[in-house]
């Protein structure tokens, strides 16, 4: 097994990338860092944590950066998703600002996209990044148990159920959302770099 650094304080996302790079031959160990996670975008805000965890751990690092991004909000919460209600992050204050804001909005414009960007650092240079998205809108009340931050209210599209993310078994969430096909794109680029 070839060891992976991957920066993330959140247990649910270690878990997640973890379950995903098992498989593929990579042992992810979590580094919690503190990054400022002040640039403009998904892939600025995963390099900056990745180079950070390559500068601590001295071996292939990790790190991702995502958000939720409402069409009715102008793309909000977008970069600044974790800590949108103020710091410090807090999901149950997220998803109440997430309901105030869309109160009164109708159907058609709650459409909303999970973002993904992760991005792999190594010490020889090597830069890889692997992006992707989950399409859905947010619905009225949050439901299910399962996932973190805003799963509760995130209604995925095609779930001939209407489930949201959080009411999916952790193996089909791990099929079909933003960090699943980021993780895709990104073993891509890792094998095409490494080999199978």
């Known amino acids: 097994m070839k060891r992976l650094a991957f920066a993330s304080g959140n247990r649910h996302k270690v878990a997640e990338i ?3 790079l098992r498989p ?3 042992e992810v160990v979590p580094l919690t860092l ?3 996670e002040d640039a403009p975008t998904f892939v600025g805000n995963a390099e900056k944590k990745a180079r950070a965890a390559l500068a601590q751990s001295g071996g292939p690092s990790l790190a991702d950066d995502s958000g939720l991004e409402v069409d009715a909000l102008d793309g909000a919460p977008g970069v600044r998703s974790a800590r949108w209600a103020g710091e410090p992050c807090d999901d149950a204050a997220n998803n109440r600002k997430l309901m105030a804001e869309l109160a009164g909005v109708e159907e058609a414009r709650r459409t909303a996209r999970f973002r ?3 991005v792999f650092v190594d010490g020889d240079g090597t830069r890889l990044v692997g992006e992707g998205a989950c399409e859905g809108r947010i619905g009225h009340a ?7 931050g805003y799963d509760p209210l995130f209604l995925v599209a095609g779930d001939a159920a ?3 993310m959080a009411e999916l078994l952790p193996d089909e969430k791990n099929r079909i959302s ?3 096909r980021a993780l895709e794109a990104l073993v891509r680029a890792l094998e095409e770099r490494y080999g199978s």
């Open 142 to 148: 949050p439901r299910g148990g399962a996932g973190f």
């Open 162 to 164: 209407g489930r949201t």
């Open 178 to 180: 933003h960090r699943a």
């Open 24 to 26: 593929r031959g990579w």
């Open 18 to 20: 973890a379950a995903m």
């Open 116 to 118: 993904c960007a992760l």
């Open 34 to 36: 503190t990054v400022d």
